[in-house]
């Protein structure tokens, strides 16, 4: 069992900068892959991006490449978001999310656990 927890949301003008965290707490951070997803109002939710275990190896979605960055510290079972030149469309609530075993990393199906979400809020 893993538990997640999100932090770092807000309100920020656009071209500014936000960093998401998510402490997971439980047994084997490690063995985990972990994914961020988003859902907009009115939106179906939509991968963002994914990191490996080891953080080794990593993925975005084409609408947030160059501009976010994910990365993870296992002594602190953590995994980041950063996210640089915000967009009013990156508006969203943001959830982290595991996965122990394979799947496919931008499909929320995938994942064995997620976390409560944290809302971003971009300004124009």
């Known amino acids: 069992q893993v538990q997640l927890v999100e932090s770092g949301g807000g309100l920020v003008q656009a071209g500014g900068s936000l960093r998401l965290s998510c402490a997971a707490s439980?047994?084997?951070?490690?063995?985990?892959?972990m994914g961020w997803f988003r859902q907009a109002p009115g939106k179906e939710r939509e991968f963002v991006a994914a990191?490996?275990?080891?953080?080794?190896?990593?993925n975005y979605a084409d609408s947030v490449k160059g501009r976010f960055t994910v990365s993870r510290d296992n002594a602190k079972n953590t995994v980041y978001l950063q996210m640089n030149s915000l967009k009013p469309g990156d508006t969203a609530v943001y959830y982290c999310?595991?996965?122990?075993?394979?799947?496919?990393?931008?499909?929320?199906?995938?994942?064995?656990?997620w976390g409560q979400g944290t809302q971003v809020t971009v300004s124009s």
């Open positions: 999310a595991a996965v122990k075993y394979g799947g496919t990393w931008s499909s929320g199906l995938t994942y064995d656990y």
């Open positions: 439980g047994r084997a951070f490690t063995s985990y892959a």
């Open positions: 990191i490996s275990w080891s953080g080794g190896s990593t």
